[in-house]
């Protein structure tokens, strides 16, 4: 299964100095962030709900390689929070999410996120 998340997610450093501006400012940063991700698994996995643990591979596409790679990918968290929003998975807990993998490349920014079943 998988889902795309066009354009680019803030990364650690936009949501650190987000909390810094203010804390409503981080959380106004991570609730459109989660937005996001919640509508984008609405539109590619519409009425999947998944009951077994899972890994979780991303892709993540920047325009360039201005960001550091641990940057870009800190983005996951707020993934798998819209994961569990959207239903889409129960919890985001060791029960749950059994591993994940990063990649990375240039090209039009987005993130591919593919799921699989694991037992």
Do not use: C
């Not at 650190?16 to 609730?31: E, I």
């Amino acid at each position: 299964m998988t889902f795309t998340v066009f354009g680019k997610l803030p990364g650690l450093n936009e949501y650190t100095n987000a909390n810094r501006g203010n804390r409503f400012q981080g959380a106004k940063l991570k609730k459109s962030a989660e937005s996001e991700v919640i509508w984008s698994i609405k539109r590619d996995l519409p009425n999947v709900h998944i009951k077994v643990p899972v890994f979780v591979d991303f892709r993540w596409i920047e325009a360039n390689k201005k960001r550091d790679l641990d940057n870009i990918a800190s983005a996951k968290k707020f993934i798998f929070d819209g994961m569990v929003k959207a239903e889409l998975i129960p919890n985001d807990n060791w029960q749950w999410v059994r591993g994940f993998e990063d990649h990375f490349e240039v090209g039009e920014p987005r993130v591919i996120v593919t799921i699989r079943e694991v037992e």
